[in-house]
């Protein structure tokens, strides 16, 4: 076994080097840098297609999916060493999907043959960018008390309501979207449905936030006729698949804390002889942040393994947003006042303060923070209600 794993890292590492563009090798310096794919996919640079489809082609951008759905079909060992190659060559993740991340997996634990055959090959190729109908103006954490309904009409659902801060909904090409079909009970009257974003009576309307972006979105349900076979999951028992798909939320949110691709930027500012107090800062950080590495890979192992406290993905998500606000604020404070400019090409538009101020949702969205202590207080220390 080891030794074909060892064969796997040699094999992995000279493909690597040998498909993955030097371009794609670079630090991330703003959104632009990130592929996101779909049906309009908008490429910053020719070399994020190609990244991507190479990628895609081996099943590398899901690696540990099963081959069957467009997966690489990798163990769980393979699939480490094939991160910690990516790693040392610095290579930028080839696309980034709330179809990865979020739905992929409850698809994988929930979805039909029909479904998993429809939709997932779709993701791991990049070809369909998806976003999350969670939040509502009057449920945010007190996500159960959603009202936007799916009523039976035969065949099909008839959708109507609203949700709010649904990220990049004016980009994305479907939604998998919390619906009551129940309104006489609360969780036991959920329902988890997915459909096309281009379906008549959906419509979207951007948020302007602080950073001057508008990456979060109001959308708006009119009558959406939704076919009965986009039902993920059984009627009424959605509850159960959005519980499931939160913890992974929670688990990609928590990878902020681990930082980008490439080289850190904090470690450079520290070599370049910012003050001491600043320079013994980035360190302190450095140690949390390698620390926090190693305990995201212990959890992530028990993840898989199915052996992780269901209150682990709280604990994670809390202290990596607590981690990635500490990095932006550290790059901003080693900047000093130049950092603060935000329109000029030398500042790259303003990267670095929009992202500044970009990690202060961080700590709001996929479950508050104070909601996440919470967790954490009563199911992993065993304190009282």
Avoid at 356 to 382: C, F, H, V, Y
């Amino acid at each position: 076994m080891s030794e074909d794993l060892d064969q796997f890292r040699l094999e992995t590492r000279a493909w690597l080097e040998a498909n993955c563009p030097e371009s794609m090798r670079q630090p991330v310096r703003s959104d632009k840098d990130a592929n996101w794919g779909g049906r309009n996919p908008n490429f910053s640079h020719p070399d994020q297609k190609l990244w991507m489809d190479r990628m895609g082609a081996r099943g590398w951008t899901v690696p540990d999916w099963p081959a069957a759905y467009g997966g690489g079909g990798l163990s769980a060992a393979e699939t480490k060493i094939l991160r910690e190659e990516m790693a040392r060559l610095k290579c930028r993740n080839p696309l980034n999907s709330f179809g990865i991340s979020m739905l992929g997996p409850a698809l994988l634990k929930y979805g039909t043959e029909e479904q998993k055959l429809d939709h997932l090959p779709k993701i791991a190729r990049g070809e369909i960018r998806w976003c999350q109908g969670y939040s509502e103006p009057n449920a945010g954490s007190d996500l159960a008390g959603l009202q936007t309904s799916a009523d039976d009409a035969g065949d099909h659902f008839v959708v109507n309501g609203q949700k709010v801060w649904t990220s990049y909904a004016d980009e994305a090409d479907w939604i998998f979207c919390l619906v009551r079909t129940d309104k006489t009970t609360k969780q036991a009257g959920i329902s988890f449905l997915l459909f096309d974003m281009a379906s008549e009576g959906v419509s979207t309307k951007p948020i302007l936030l602080i950073s001057g972006y508008s990456p979060f979105c109001e959308t708006f349900f009119d009558n959406v006729k939704v076919p009965k076979g986009n039902l993920l999951g059984t009627l009424n028992k959605g509850w159960d698949v959005a519980k499931f798909l939160l913890g992974h939320e929670r688990e990609m949110i928590s990878g902020f804390g681990l930082g980008g691709s490439g080289g850190d930027p904090l470690i450079e500012a520290a070599r370049k002889g910012v003050d001491p107090i600043l320079r013994g800062q980035i360190a302190l950080f450095d140690v949390r942040s390698k620390a926090f590495g190693a305990c995201s890979e212990k959890f992530i192992d028990e993840l898989k393994a199915g052996k992780a406290h269901p209150a682990q993905p709280s604990m994670m998500k809390y202290y990596g947003t607590e981690l990635n606000k500490s990095r932006h604020e550290l790059l901003m404070a080693a900047g000093g006042s130049d950092k603060l400019e935000w329109e000029s090409d030398a500042s790259n538009h303003g990267s670095a303060p929009r992202a500044w101020l970009r990690t202060k949702a961080n700590s709001i969205e996929g479950g508050t923070s104070e909601i996440q202590l919470n967790i954490i207080a009563k199911r992993i220390l065993d304190l009282p209600s």
